[in-house]
């Protein structure tokens, strides 16, 4: 699977790696606890099976042209299920919104990539930085309410941009920078 992800300025990426530690300090599923390299705060814009060279210049293209783009975290997602996801809202911003169709669309229409997860779909995405993951079980012996006040009110809103962008491949756990 192929990743195409934002990366955010470096004081958001300090704000974002800050509440990690602060849910891991509180004993919480924290990112802080994701030790892999390419470990990092990051929005995911669309992912395939496969990237075909041609459509990744033009996604790198894409996103050469729109990069910078203006940022905003200010709220908390929890999702549910045997995982359980607490993440950093970001704010759906029309610039940011319309990028994210094209790269998704290029994906889409272009054949050879394969099957396209429906939740990151334009009509269904919700653009978020996670900041812990874990089974349910951990999530509900630790105080949720904490976790949540901890993310959402560690430093209110933050602002910055989205300063650059990149590939994940899940296979190889390896990425390739694509706007730097």
């Known amino acids: 699977m192929h990743s195409v992800e934002l990366l ?24 802080a606890h994701h030790r892999h390299p390419t470990n990092r705060p990051h929005l995911t814009l669309a992912t395939a099976d496969r990237l075909p060279p041609e459509t990744r210049a033009e996604v790198l293209r894409v996103l050469a042209e729109a990069l910078p783009l203006p940022l905003r975290l200010d709220g908390v997602v929890w999702w549910s299920g045997r995982v359980r996801v607490l993440a950093w809202t970001v704010r759906p911003e029309p610039p940011l919104l319309r990028l994210h169709e094209a790269v998704w669309r290029i994906l889409h229409d272009t054949p050879g990539t394969g ?9 269904r995405w919700v653009p978020h930085i996670t900041l812990g993951r874990g089974a349910a ?13 901890t993310a959402g009110a560690a430093f209110g809103a933050v602002t910055g941009e989205w300063a650059s962008a990149r590939r994940y491949d899940s296979v190889t756990r390896t990425v390739t920078s694509l706007v730097p």
């Open 137 to 149: 079980a951990r999530w509900a012996a630790a105080d949720e309410e904490s976790a949540a006040l």
């Open 115 to 123: 099957a396209l997860p429906p939740l990151l779909a334009p009509a």
């Open 8 to 31: 955010p300025d470096a004081d958001t990426d300090r704000a974002v790696r800050d509440v990690w530690r602060q849910l891991a300090d509180r004993g919480l599923p924290s990112q």
